[in-house]
């Protein structure tokens, strides 16, 4: 697969945005561990390999385990994922996937169980934030080795 454009070249202003709402980001209240896995389960959905290779390479880093990148996908048939986990999990396919439903009520007041409204707004932040850098690397044919 050939490269395409270089967008932050040629949208610096839009792609800087993109960098503002990442640092934003890292202040939120949400632990490494829980962002990544948001960025690698979306990242699945979307079949973005650029992402998929950049997080799970940062979620080793800062001590995910193997078993449980390797089980992302299937979280819900196994006992590795908290409660917790597993309610961003649901939050961030229900997002990524917004065409199928949105976010369905009954995952968002589960969520309510577990998180304020403004933990469940960063959850959602993140997702919107990981689902357009998985369209500019899919767009643009980024790849693996271009990390």
């Given at each position: 697969m050939e490269k395409r454009m270089n967008m932050a070249?040629?949208?610096?202003?839009?792609?800087?945005?993109?960098?503002?709402?990442?640092?934003?980001?890292?202040k939120i209240s949400l632990s490494k561990i829980e962002k990544e896995l948001i960025k690698i389960r979306a990242s699945q959905i979307n079949q973005c390999a650029f992402c998929l290779n950049m997080h799970t390479i940062d979620a080793r880093k800062i001590g995910e385990t193997e078993q449980r990148i390797y089980l992302l996908n299937a979280w819900r048939e196994t006992n590795l994922f908290s409660?917790?986990?597993?309610?961003?999990?649901a939050i961030t396919e229900e997002v990524t996937l917004i065409s199928h439903k949105g976010l369905s009520?009954?995952?968002?007041?589960?969520?309510l169980n577990l998180f304020n409204e403004q933990e469940i707004s960063e959850i959602i932040m993140c997702v919107v934030a990981i689902n357009a850098w998985n369209r500019i690397a899919i767009a643009t044919h980024l790849q693996p080795e271009d990390l």
């Open positions: 070249a040629l949208q610096p202003g839009a792609y800087q945005a993109l960098i503002a709402l990442e640092s934003a980001l890292s409660a917790r986990e597993r309610s961003i999990l009520e009954e995952t968002y007041q589960q969520a």
